[in-house]
């Protein structure tokens, strides 16, 4: 009679595999064929409302709000390489799970560098600097989700693919700028794919550790940090030009991260079923 219960788990769990997997293909074919031509940068994207000069900087408030990345990324890499992460009762059951959020928090600390560099001198030029190592964060943290609640090893194989599509998807997309044919499709399904298909993960396949809420709260801090960056930036800087939507997007997008770290410092293992 145990088989029985045991049949249906394996059961459900492939056809919800196959569900993920009919989503994924139906991303890419509304990205890559619906939207049959190429989508250019839009150059008006780089004329931001906080245009101010401060200490001689330009664009200081959305250079200097970058900071928070790095210090999250810092105390992230901090975390999860200390030799106590990996113990019975901590974050991590294995070592090995603890190299996708590594290059999470790397990706994270990076982007400091990397928007700081574009937003002195917005162009796509230097744009690439600053997608780059945001797409490295986005992978990282899909396949770490992936590793925790499909399959551990399959996860683990999977991030230095993802990381690489991410990785690829800018630089095709910059490729495709300077032969004056701009395509962002492929970034766009790599940057939006994981932040449609990560609530199912979250809501259809069991957890290895506790501390979901925070995972879901990271995902609601990112979301919030888009609408910040569009269609908010110039109203919310229109209020009293202290502040512009894109600066505030910069800190949204940093409590993110944050928010990653605080389910990595206060998750436990979940008791096997």
Same mark, same amino acid.
């Given at each position: 009679m +145990?088989? #029985?219960?045991e049949d249906w788990?394996r +059961?459900?769990?492939?056809?919800?595999?196959?569900?993920l997997?009919i989503?994924?293909? $139906?991303?890419?074919?509304?990205v890559?064929?619906v939207?049959?031509?190429?989508?250019?940068q839009?150059?008006?994207?780089?004329?931001f409302?906080d245009q101010?000069r401060?200490?001689?900087?330009? /664009?200081f408030?959305?250079v200097?709000?970058?900071?928070?990345?790095?210090?999250?990324g810092a105390?992230?890499l901090?975390?999860?390489?200390?030799p &106590?992460?990996?113990?019975? $009762? @901590?974050?991590?059951?294995?070592t090995?799970?603890?190299?996708p959020?590594v290059v999470?928090f790397?990706?994270?600390?990076?982007?400091?560098? $990397?928007?700081?560099?574009?937003?002195?001198d917005p162009?796509?030029?230097?744009?690439?600097?600053?997608?780059?190592?945001?797409?490295?964060?986005?992978?990282a943290?899909? +396949?770490?989700?992936?590793a925790e609640?499909v399959?551990l090893?399959?996860?683990?194989?999977?991030?230095?693919l993802l990381?690489?599509a991410?990785l690829?998807?800018?630089?095709?997309? /910059?490729?495709?700028?300077?032969?004056?044919?701009g395509d962002?499709?492929?970034y766009y399904l790599?940057?939006?794919?994981?932040?449609?298909?990560l609530?199912?993960?979250?809501?259809?396949?069991?957890?290895?550790?506790?501390? &979901?809420?925070w995972?879901?709260?990271? #995902? @609601?801090w990112?979301?919030?940090?888009?609408?910040?960056?569009?269609p908010?930036?110039?109203?919310?800087?229109?209020?009293? @030009?202290?502040?512009? @939507?894109?600066?505030?997007? /910069?800190?949204?997008a940093?409590?993110?991260?944050f928010?990653?770290l605080?389910?990595?410092r206060r998750?436990?293992?979940?008791p096997?079923?």
């Amino acid at each position: 009679m +145990s088989e #029985l219960p045991e049949d249906w788990r394996r +059961s459900r769990r492939v056809f919800r595999l196959r569900l993920l997997l009919i989503a994924a293909l $139906g991303v890419v074919a509304v990205v890559w064929f619906v939207t049959s031509d190429p989508l250019a940068q839009q150059q008006s994207y780089h004329n931001f409302a906080d245009q101010r000069r401060l200490l001689g900087v330009r /664009h200081f408030w959305n250079v200097v709000s970058n900071a928070p990345f790095l210090a999250v990324g810092a105390l992230g890499l901090w975390f999860v390489l200390r030799p &106590t992460a990996a113990r019975p $009762g @901590g974050p991590f059951l294995t070592t090995a799970e603890r190299w996708p959020y590594v290059v999470f928090f790397l990706g994270v600390a990076l982007t400091a560098f $990397g928007s700081s560099y574009y937003h002195l001198d917005p162009n796509n030029d230097r744009l690439l600097w600053d997608r780059l190592p945001m797409a490295v964060a986005f992978m990282a943290l899909f +396949s770490a989700v992936v590793a925790e609640r499909v399959h551990l090893k399959a996860g683990l194989v999977l991030m230095p693919l993802l990381v690489a599509a991410g990785l690829a998807s800018v630089l095709y997309w /910059h490729w495709t700028e300077q032969q004056r044919r701009g395509d962002l499709r492929f970034y766009y399904l790599v940057q939006f794919y994981p932040l449609l298909i990560l609530p199912a993960l979250l809501l259809f396949f069991r957890a290895r550790y506790t501390g &979901t809420s925070w995972l879901v709260g990271a #995902l @609601g801090w990112y979301v919030l940090a888009k609408v910040f960056e569009d269609p908010l930036d110039a109203p919310i800087f229109a209020l009293g @030009g202290i502040v512009s @939507g894109h600066t505030l997007k /910069h800190l949204a997008a940093a409590l993110a991260a944050f928010w990653v770290l605080e389910m990595l410092r206060r998750r436990r293992p979940v008791p096997a079923a």
